[in-house]
């Protein structure tokens, strides 16, 4: 390589000098001259190579250490070495005068001693360098480090979170399935006692009435123990229809790193009947937990769904028995009556004890008889004389007990009455039969209140408030005589009326609905509606009539054309005073 090839700058191709262009090394151990490294290389104390790109940190351009290699030479130092006639340096050291060049090895080993130092001082920069990096990757190490640590921690208390609230789901379905197993031996039970019942009820005397009604009282609470089957059914309705689902699930709001990924718009589609034979257990938990929130949500919320429920609590309700009709009085009047035709018979009449209703065997027929039967004497007709001369047998006296008296008709429906009177006209008296076999608690309410209650409570005093022409007349508000009022017979304002299945009709008493519970229900208090007109309008399954008017009809009719006065929007008075100044039990 020629002398000029090497002693040229790589950058501005200018020969080294040793003022503004002195050869300066690189941590890379490329060489540039000072002049290029100070205009277009050095900046905010890095250097950056033209050839390779890396980077030296210093100080100053000045701080680099030279290039002892490519410096020029003063005049003097060229004894240490010779141009030979090809134009390449040649040493003393390498001619046969080596021995006689010792005075200028002095000269030598101080040029030898500034390139150690300027070596020296390139290995320390290029390690404070790599020092520098070092540092730089343990901070960019470090940093890592505590994010991981930031990370780890919250997956950690997610984790945790997640293992707690398994935990809990468990325990929540192990006392699901205890409670399940539970309900199922229960019904077990109810299915061998209603077994025991229907055995019983085919052999059962139809005079017994006493074991008739304990039978039919055990089968009504069988069949309130029923109710929560009956609504458990329904929401295991609601939940096979969610399995049998498919279910969408996207982003409805993306971070930005899904949007940067344009993953905002993904969706899943999961079918929410899964199994752990085809499916994983994450699969399968996700879907069984999903079909849960749906169900939750939808009997919760969803009206349609709770007007179905209560539509199913109504039709459940049509099929439920009426009450038994009460005959104990008169089996206790069949009784009394056979046991006075037993008591009135002659004793020694063998004749009238066979001729005894009840079919029963005598008392002679209970005696144990011996081995020999005294022969039965064969007696001869008597003549038409013989019977008149002997007297006759006397008949046996009967008591015979009358047939409950009733007021209005012979039947066991209670009635009661009121005393009416209109501003001081003649009073009337209306007479309603009640259905207690329909509506055992209303008629209870109201034959409490016509006899009245220690407390004042209680029909007689109270007024006939609200009326419209031929078509109804209100009363019952003992309180207030204006609608705003009244008071049930019992310790509660209102209380839950039962469902009755007698119709609003032309004559109907029955009472005024004042809530209104979410099953579609009412509650009731003391006041009363009845019905003067023809009704036109939607028959209902379930309504709150308990009886109806059998005397005083036409009277209430007039009243009901008396004109009714709003005071406000739930007070009404008649111009005309209507007084119920007295009312009680026939």
Known sequence: MSAGEVDTCNSCLVGYNNKDRIPKILSCYHTYCRSCLEQFMFQDGVITCLSCGKTTPAESVSSLPENPYLRPEVDSSARGRTISGTGSEVYYSDSDDDADSQPSRGLQNGSNGAHVQGVRDMVINTQKANIHKINSMLESNMNKVLSAKIIRGQKDKTLREAIKAAEQFKNKLEEEFKSNQSHSNSLVGFEAKLNGLRSKINKIDAMDYKNIKFIFEEAMNIKKSLKLEFDSARHHDLEQSIRHSTVKINFEKSDELLSSLKADNDTIFMKLASSLDSDTGMIFLTTFMLGN??????????????????????????????????????????????????????????????????????????????????????????SFSDMAKKPGVPQPVIKRIPFPEKTIAQTNRPHCYFKVQVDNDTPFRVVFELRPDMAPKMADNFIKLCKGLPDGRGYKGSKIFRAKANDHILGGD?????????????????????????????????????????????????????????????EYRFTLVFGKVVEGFDQLQEISRIKAVQKSPTSWVLRQTVNVIDSGVL
């Open 478 to 538: 003992f309180e207030n005589d204006d609608g705003t009022g009244g008071h049930s017979a019992y310790e509660e304002k209102y209380f839950l009326a039962e469902q009755c299945p007698l119709k609003d009709h032309k004559g109907a008493i029955r009472m005024k609905g004042l809530e209104r519970t979410m099953d579609g229900r009412c509650r009731i208090g003391s006041q009363f509606m009845i019905w003067v007109g023809d009704l036109e309008y939607k």
């Open 293 to 382: 929130i749906f169900s939750e949500k939808i009997a919760t919320h969803n009206p349609n769904y709770k007007e179905m429920v209560n539509r199913a609590l109504m039709e459940d309700g049509l099929d439920a028995p009426q009450p038994l009709d009460d005959v104990s009085e008169y089996i206790e009047y069949i009784n009394q009556h056979f046991n006075s035709i037993q008591i009135n018979q002659p004793e020694k009449s063998p004749t009238n004890q066979r001729s005894n209703v009840s079919g029963a065997s005598s008392p002679e027929e209970w005696k144990v008889v011996g081995t020999k039967e005294s022969k039965k004497e064969v007696k001869k007709p008597l």
